[in-house]
């Protein structure tokens, strides 16, 4: 897919919690094709703390209103100065960026998208995707209390919503993980993104019934296009880079310890 | 227009602005982004006699101005690189030079033999400077003799334009530079990463798998830029300058200490595209301040 270096204009700065905002985007000219899984390298403001580029999902693709959207965890100096951006001011993209999810055949199939925290960035489109193409995927959204759980509203929209809050305050108490659905509900297909080691008690959980799995990794990237093999991770097929062979992969294809 | 071109020893570059090794790729990455025929030449990864993994995860750490990286070498080797990469970029419009890297004297020299027999390869670069492998790498670079050594024996094999690319961890860089220089180098390029290091006080560990890594981008310039000088002082060759350039004044800079040419390197990774930029920055600073070529402007510093 060819890729684009555009300074998109912010429309809508909003501000989700304490934590997260989520920012609308668009552009004179239409959007460029982008594939659910996706992501952008995003110039922040080129100050010292900040001097490379910062990978972000594309958290969806509203194309209707020519609107790109990323949902963005303030953790540090650049992410802050993402969320600190106004209405009018641009912001220098490269996109779209890296693989994406793999298409399940039969649309009777039963999907898990399990998503925690800023994981559930990419769920949101391909859980659109996926409810557009005449699928019926189910979300699994875990986080560690009720304000911490983003955009239900939003997957509502697109198939039926798992929640687990660590703290009780909404849906079942304990890790997504550990969610009566997993029990109940037999997946044909999981795919997955969040902290690594929500990713690695997924991945258990697949290996463990034999259940196709993905995993969305978020590597440290230098370039994001595959130039200077920062990102890499250990693979069957030996030292992988996330931002171009990623960064989904199927879990049987990493060295992981789980 | 100004006249951009420029001699590197054997061969002309259609203009100044090369990219640097390990941060381009093998330049196929950055067809999206930009016309590679407006390039003087590009110099693909880090290539060495037999396939390498590299250090393991992570890689490269952020740093106030620049970061550290500690990727070591990662690449398939140059069998694969014939067979494979070179049939895929042979025909660029550019000056396409091939980074060699090796453990051992005879890594060198086989790996330059094999790239001697590429028609369309015009030049290789050879890297005694990298900072990220147990063996050899950088350990030839930093000192005269071993530096001498390796350019003698590469020398005896490799027929043309062989660039010597080094390494800014030694006490004197000029001296290195005169050693290459005497046995063949028809050209050096500098410098490569510095050796440096990032910690974590929140877990008290390194931010490298290797602790140890090697420092790009703009914090780097300024060293750079004296090494430059001092070595263009040194030698009759011509200098290729590199370390942190980000636009075309910084080239023009480094042009002005006595480069014949430049390389763009962690720049790339936050404007795919501004080589070409740097090409035209330069075009335009010399029709503004009435220069006709950009020799004029060369080792120009007026002190
Ligand atoms: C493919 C991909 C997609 C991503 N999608 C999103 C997204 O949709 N929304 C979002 O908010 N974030 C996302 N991230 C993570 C995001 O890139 C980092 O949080 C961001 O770069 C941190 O920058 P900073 O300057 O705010 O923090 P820094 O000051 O750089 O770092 C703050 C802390 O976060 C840690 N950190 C930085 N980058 C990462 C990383 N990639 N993974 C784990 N820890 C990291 C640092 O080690 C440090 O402890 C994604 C990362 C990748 C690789
Ligand atoms: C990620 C990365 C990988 C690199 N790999 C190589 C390499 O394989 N061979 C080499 O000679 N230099 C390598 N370098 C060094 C650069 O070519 C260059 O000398 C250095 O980064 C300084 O220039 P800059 O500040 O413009 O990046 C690498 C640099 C980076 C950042
Ligand atoms: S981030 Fe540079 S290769 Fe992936």
């Avoid at chain 1, 001097?51 to 650049?78: C, H, K, M, Y």
């Avoid at chain 1, 030996?238 to 989904?248: A, D, H, Q, S």
């Amino acid at each position: 897919m060819k890729k684009f270096i555009l300074d998109l204009d912010i429309v809508e700065n909003q501000r989700l919690n304490y934590q997260y905002v989520l920012l609308k985007l668009t552009h004179s000219e239409t959007l460029p094709p982008i594939l659910p899984g996706q992501f952008a390298q995003i110039r922040v403001d080129g100050s010292p703390e900040t001097f490379l580029r910062r990978p972000i999902s594309i958290n969806f693709v509203d194309t209707e209103r020519n609107q790109l959207w990323l949902l963005i965890q303030v953790v540090g100096a650049g992410t802050r100065c993402l969320a600190e951006l106004k209405v009018g001011e641009k912001l220098n993209l490269i996109f779209p960026l890296g693989n994406s999810f793999t298409v399940p055949e039969d649309k009777k199939a039963q999907i898990a998208l399990i998503g925690g925290g800023v994981g559930v960035a990419p769920m949101l489109m391909y859980g659109e995707w996926l409810h557009r193409h005449g699928y019926k995927p189910n979300f699994l959204i875990g986080a560690r209390s009720e304000v911490d759980l983003l955009q239900l509203e939003e997957f509502s929209k697109y198939g039926k919503v798992f929640t687990t809050t660590e703290d009780g305050t909404h849906g079942e108490q304990g890790y997504i993980t550990q969610h009566s659905c997993l029990k109940s509900l037999s997946f044909d297909y999981i795919f997955t993104c969040g902290p690594t080691p929500m990713m690695k008690a997924v991945a258990r959980y697949a290996q463990e019934k034999g259940i196709f799995c993905e995993v969305s990794l978020e590597n440290l990237m230098g370039c994001g296009i595959g130039a200077c093999l920062c990102c890499v991770t250990d693979t069957t097929e030996g030292n992988l880079c996330v931002c171009t062979e990623g960064p989904i992969f199927n879990v049987t294809k990493l060295k992981w310890q789980i | 227009m100004a006249d951009l071109t420029t001699k590197l020893g054997t061969i002309q570059l259609k203009n100044p602005v090369m990219t640097a090794s390990g941060t381009f790729g093998f330049g196929t990455e950055y067809l999206d982004f930009m016309d590679l025929g407006r390039m003087g030449g590009i110099v693909v990864k880090g290539t060495t006699i037999r396939e390498r993994q590299g250090n393991p995860y992570p890689r490269m750490a952020e740093t106030s101005s620049g970061m550290l990286n500690a990727v070591g070498l990662q690449n398939k080797g140059v069998d694969y690189f014939v067979k494979h990469i070179y049939p895929e970029i042979k025909d660029f419009d550019t000056n396409v030079f091939v980074n060699v890297s090796g453990s051992t004297l005879e890594d060198y020299v086989e790996t330059a033999e094999i790239i001697n027999e590429l028609d369309k390869i015009p030049g290789i670069e050879l890297n005694i400077s990298c900072p990220n492998v147990k063996e050899g790498g950088m350990a030839f670079g930093v000192s005269c003799p071993m530096a001498s050594q390796v350019v003698k024996e590469v020398r005896k094999v490799y027929k043309k334009e062989l660039m010597v690319k080094l390494s800014p961890n030694v006490t004197d860089i000029a001296e290195i530079a005169r050693a290459v220089e005497t046995e063949g180098a028809d050209s050096v390029s500098l410098i490569n990463t510095l050796l440096g290091m990032a910690v974590d006080a929140k877990t008290r560990k390194p931010l490298l798998s290797t602790v140890t890594g090697g420092l790009s981008g703009p914090a780097i310039k300024p060293i750079a830029l004296c090494m430059v000088w001092q070595v263009a002082n040194a030698v009759k060759i011509p200098v290729v300058g590199l370390g942190g350039i980000m636009n075309a004044t910084d080239a023009i800079e480094f042009l002005l200490v006595g480069a014949s040419a430049i390389q763009v390197g962690t720049a790339n990774f936050i404007d795919p595209a501004v080589s070409v930029k740097i090409v035209e920055g330069i075009d335009k600073y010399l029709d503004d301040n009435g220069f006709k070529s950009v020799s004029e402007i060369v080792g120009a510093l007026e002190i």
